[in-house]
């Protein structure tokens, strides 16, 4: 006898498997969702998930994980007896700024692209906040106000001022596998909404990249490579902590060299022709006819005078981004999409171009920034080159 249709749905996942997902959907939105709302983003993690079973699990785990803020509306508790409060500094929404042919939206990237129709970029250039741990409200407060937390600060020396950094090195376990959830669900929302053949260039690091990269695999995205920029970074080189002088030969890292940028990308339909014909995309554009678009780019850091227009603690070379953003798209055509826009240099870069740019950004001290900066960093003409 065929069992009923239910069962064969319910067995189709592992235990908690459905649970998880939702802790997963609604940990990273910054807003009550509806139970449709909940139902099709889980579905795009574990696949096609009964609206039945995302009520039923919902149901079974309120209070205790999940709390009805109004009717047919939840959010994730965060704490014992605590409802998840979001991020405070999206309100109130601003208007989205435009520049030329690049748009700025403050907002909350997985709910902004979950509302985008499919098939509406043609690439993404992005340099994330790898998950939500140094970005939480919380630690931009502390980096603010000058006293650290997960970021390192480095001293003054040689009449330099160095800009904070991230201590990747300090992420516990859970943080970790944080992270492998936030770039899972972030590729997995992002995959139909980029063109076929589009590609996605992540910036990040040495020491969490292999996190990363797997993420971007397993939601269904292909590896194309990595873009190394190469360029002297502050970490690694130090001696052991408290024991500099009983070891002053040794060194815990190797001073970082060099960034990796992971290249990936949306399969293409058929051959790369046709989906050059179709859609546009597949490959990248070559700087000139003899020259084809490399994957070792020579960058210096991004000097002060270029930090003064853009006082972002991660803010990246006009240098460098432009070179890649033009790359991206093969034809000079289609919409770039940077859901991380920090202060708005991809879509500097890309108004430099003369690329169509949208770029996501929730924290609203940011946005405002970027407002600010964008302008500047489109008129900035790095090593003496006009734009």
């Known amino acids: 006898m065929k069992p009923e249709k239910a069962n064969t749905e319910n067995a189709r996942y592992a235990p908690g498997q459905v649970r998880d997902a939702i802790i997963q959907v609604l940990s990273l939105t910054s807003k009550p969702l509806s139970v449709s709302e909940i139902q099709e983003r889980v579905s795009c993690i574990i696949g096609s998930t009964p609206d039945s079973s995302v009520r039923s699990y919902l149901r079974l785990n309120t209070p205790d994980l999940f709390v009805r803020e109004t009717r047919g509306m939840y959010a994730v508790q965060t704490t014992p007896g605590g409802v998840q409060k979001g991020f405070p500094d999206l309100q109130p929404w601003r208007e989205p700024a435009r520049f030329g042919k690049s748009t700025i939206v403050h907002a909350d990237c997985f709910d902004w692209i979950a509302q985008q129709q499919d098939n509406a970029f043609h690439a993404v250039v992005t340099d994330p906040p790898y998950g939500l741990y140094e970005y939480s409200p919380e630690q931009q407060n502390k980096l603010r106000s000058g006293k650290g937390g997960v970021w390192r600060i480095p001293p003054s020396f040689d009449g330099h001022d160095r800009s904070p950094l991230p201590r990747f090195t300090t992420l516990t376990p859970q943080q970790l596998r944080d992270l492998r959830t936030f770039f899972f669900y972030w590729a997995r929302l992002l995959l139909p909404k980029i063109v076929p053949g589009a590609h996605v260039v992540v910036a990040s690091s040495p020491l969490v990249s292999h996190i990363v ?81 490399g994957d070792v780019i020579v960058s210096a850091p991004t000097r002060k005078a270029e930090r003064a227009l853009a006082p972002h603690p991660s803010l990246k070379p006009q240098a460098f ?26 879509l500097a870069a ?8 949208t770029g996501i950004e929730k924290d609203v001290r940011f946005f405002d920034m970027a407002c600010d900066s964008i302008p500047r960093l489109i008129r900035f003409t790095p090593n003496g080159e006009r734009p």
């Not at 890292?253 to 014909?277: A, H, I, K, T």
Request: hydrophobic share 35%; proline share 9%.
């Open 350 to 357: 890309a108004e430099a171009v003369g690329y169509q740019c």
């Open 321 to 346: 981004l432009r070179q890649v953003v033009r790359a991206v798209l093969p034809l000079g055509q289609g919409t770039i999409l940077d859901p991380f826009a920090g202060a708005g240099s991809t």
């Open 213 to 293: 990269s797997g993420s971007l695999s397993d939601a269904g995205l292909e590896r194309r490579g990595e873009i190394i920029r190469l360029t002297m970074t502050l970490r690694g080189g130090d001696r052991p902590k408290a024991a500099h002088n009983e070891f002053p030969g040794v060194s815990v890292m190797p001073r970082s060299m060099w960034e990796p940028w992971l290249v990936y990308r949306r399969p293409v339909e058929g051959r790369v022709q046709d989906n050059l014909r179709k859609w546009a995309t597949g490959g990248f554009r070559r700087p000139s006819p003899e020259k084809p678009f």
